[in-house]
């Protein structure tokens, strides 16, 4: 999937679960979701996934120290608090710096290797296998990115790859409503049709 075809960004722990054939009700799709930003754009602090995103571009576009990013302040803040919050997997300041030589080093890989999978990084390891960039389908059919994969499209952004991995997690139910009365067909055959039909550009 081409990178720019997902449109909107969201933290996905706040939105409702999906239910049968991956549907999702309510209005998340109006309420909490932005507009993802570019990365060759700043954006500010209210903006959803800004610490990340202002990181990335601090790293990979401006060439800061990963001390100065804001996602380390941050990180070491937590490890430095009384008690220790741990945040993505790194409970001492120690696996902060590990954290962030791995971030490094997986932006030089993709530079080189181009964007691997998760299989082609973790072969047959059944957990990596869904830990794809996680996307949902609004009521209107856009494309939106959940609570995961933020650094690796970022840098895929920067480094100009033209497709990324993903899976589909969830879709609304009004989209599924409409596919199915487009084809003719059962929600899950039609959605399956739909996505099969889409080059997602």
Same mark, same amino acid.
């Not at 602090?45 to 380390?72: N, S």
């Given at each position: 999937?081409? =990178?720019?075809?997902?449109r909107?960004v +969201?933290? @996905?722990?706040?939105? !409702?679960?999906?239910g049968l054939?991956?549907?999702?009700?309510? $209005?998340?799709?109006k309420? %909490?979701?932005?507009?993802r =930003?570019?990365?060759f754009?700043?954006? !500010?602090?209210?903006?959803?996934?800004?610490?990340i *995103?202002?990181? #990335?571009? +601090?790293?990979?576009i401006?060439?800061? /120290?990963?001390?100065e990013?804001?996602?380390?302040?941050?990180?070491?803040?937590?490890?430095?608090?009384a =008690?220790?919050?741990p945040?993505? +997997?790194?409970? @001492?300041?120690?696996?902060?710096?590990?954290?962030?030589?791995?971030?490094? &080093?997986?932006?030089?890989?993709?530079?080189?290797?181009g964007? %691997?999978?998760?299989s082609? %990084?973790?072969?047959? $390891?059944?957990?990596? &296998? $869904? $830990?794809?960039?996680?996307?949902? #389908?609004?009521? @209107?059919?856009?494309?939106?990115?959940?609570?995961?994969g933020? *650094?690796?499209?970022?840098m &895929? /952004?920067i480094l100009?790859?033209e497709r #990324? =991995?993903?899976?589909?997690?969830?879709?609304?139910?009004?989209w599924?409503?409409?596919?199915?009365?487009?084809f003719d067909?059962p929600?899950?055959e039609s959605?399956?049709?739909?996505?099969?039909? @889409?080059d997602?550009?």
């Amino acid at each position: 999937m081409a =990178p720019d075809a997902i449109r909107w960004v +969201g933290d @996905s722990r706040e939105w !409702p679960r999906a239910g049968l054939n991956w549907t999702i009700g309510g $209005d998340w799709d109006k309420e %909490l979701i932005q507009v993802r =930003p570019s990365i060759f754009d700043s954006c !500010p602090e209210t903006t959803k996934k800004w610490m990340i *995103h202002e990181t #990335v571009r +601090g790293l990979f576009i401006d060439g800061l /120290e990963y001390q100065e990013t804001p996602q380390y302040r941050w990180m070491m803040e937590r490890v430095l608090s009384a =008690p220790p919050e741990p945040n993505w +997997g790194c409970g @001492s300041t120690e696996e902060v710096h590990d954290y962030f030589e791995v971030l490094i &080093a997986t932006f030089q890989s993709m530079k080189t290797k181009g964007y %691997l999978d998760q299989s082609q %990084l973790h072969g047959k $390891d059944v957990k990596k &296998a $869904d $830990d794809e960039i996680p996307v949902y #389908v609004t009521r @209107s059919g856009e494309l939106c990115q959940g609570n995961a994969g933020n *650094h690796r499209i970022k840098m &895929a /952004e920067i480094l100009g790859v033209e497709r #990324v =991995p993903v899976i589909f997690w969830g879709i609304h139910t009004v989209w599924v409503e409409k596919l199915s009365n487009r084809f003719d067909m059962p929600p899950r055959e039609s959605v399956l049709f739909w996505v099969q039909g @889409s080059d997602f550009d």
